[in-house]
C-alpha cells in the first residue's frame, strides 16, 4: 500500500489562503468518503480537523475546510494564522479494510 | 473526558521483545476500535492496524503484519502493541488512536489520540 501523495512543503503569509492536495487512487481517496486531515504541531500527537472529506469536527475552526475530486483531495485553509504552522495529514480508508496516510505537509507560515 | 494513555519510553536491544500499552479512559472501551501508528524519527505517520476492542477482531497493514500483535484486556480498558523480536528500524514513537464511533464512521476519522510512547532499538 502506497502513502497518498502530499506536497513536501507549502507555505503563505498571514491572512492569505493555501490548499494542500493529497492523491491517491480509485482504491482508497477515489473509492470512499472516508478521507480525514490532521495536524500535527512539532511534538505533539496529531489532531484530526477534517473527516468524511469535508466535515468539521466540533471546536475546529472554520477557516479550515475539505474537498474532493476523484482521486485527489484537498485541504484549504483561509485567513492563515502563525499558529497554523505545523505538519498535515491526509489519509483514507481503502478497499482492503486498512487505512493509508499521505507523506506530510509542512506549512510554514511567512 | 475521552482520553488514551500510553505507557512510558523504553530502551530495548535489537532481538527483545516488548509490549506497549494504551489506556482509555472517560468512555465505553469495548464500544471503539483502537488503531495504532507509527511514526520514526522525522517522518510521517503510517497505520499499523487496529483492533475491535469487543471482540479483539484485527486488521493489519500489510507492511506491518507478521512483524507486530495487537491485543486489549477489556477488564482495564487497555490496547496493547506487542513485538516478538524488535529490530533497530522499529525506533518510532507509537501512537494509538481511537475510531469514530461504528456502525456509519468505523473508519471516518482517530479521535482522540494517545500522546505517543518513543521507542528506541540500539545496541
Known amino acids: 500500500q502506497s502513502a497518498l501523495t502530499q506536497p513536501a512543503s507549502v507555505s503563505g503569509s498571514p491572512g492569505q489562503s493555501i490548499t494542500i492536495s493529497c492523491t491517491g487512487t480509485g482504491s482508497d481517496v477515489g473509492g470512499y468518503k472516508y478521507v480525514s486531515w490532521y495536524q500535527q504541531h512539532a511534538g505533539k500527537a496529531p489532531k484530526v480537523i477534517i473527516y468524511d472529506v469535508s466535515n468539521r469536527p466540533s471546536g475546529v475552526s472554520n477557516r479550515f475546510s475539505g474537498s474532493k475530486a476523484g482521486i485527489t483531495a484537498s485541504l484549504t485553509i483561509s485567513g492563515l494564522q502563525a499558529e497554523d504552522e505545523a505538519d498535515y495529514y491526509c489519509?483514507?480508508?481503502?478497499?482492503?479494510?486498512?487505512?493509508?496516510f499521505g507523506g506530510g505537509t509542512k506549512l510554514t507560515v511567512l | 473526558e475521552v482520553q488514551l494513555v500510553q505507557s512510558g519510553a523504553e530502551v530495548k536491544k535489537p532481538g527483545e521483545s516488548l509490549r506497549i500499552s494504551c489506556r482509555g479512559s472517560?468512555?465505553?472501551?469495548?464500544?471503539?476500535?483502537i488503531s495504532w501508528v507509527r511514526q520514526m524519527p522525522g517522518k510521517g505517520l503510517e497505520w499499523m492496524g487496529r483492533?475491535?476492542?469487543?471482540?479483539?477482531?484485527?486488521d493489519y497493514s500489510p507492511s506491518f503484519q507478521g512483524h507486530v500483535s495487537l491485543s486489549v484486556d477489556q477488564s482495564i480498558s487497555t490496547a496493547y502493541l506487542q513485538w516478538s523480536s524488535l529490530k533497530a528500524s522499529d525506533t518510532a514513537t507509537y501512537y494509538c488512536?481511537?475510531?469514530?464511533?461504528?456502525?456509519?464512521?468505523?473508519?471516518?476519522?482517530?479521535?482522540?489520540w494517545g500522546q505517543g510512547t518513543l521507542v528506541t532499538v540500539s545496541s
Open positions: 489519509s483514507s480508508f481503502t478497499s482492503s479494510y486498512t487505512v493509508v
Open positions: 472517560g468512555y465505553s472501551f469495548i464500544g471503539y476500535w
Open positions: 483492533i475491535d476492542p469487543s471482540d479483539s477482531y484485527t
Open positions: 488512536a481511537r475510531h469514530a464511533a461504528c456502525p456509519n464512521h468505523c473508519w471516518s476519522w482517530f479521535d482522540p
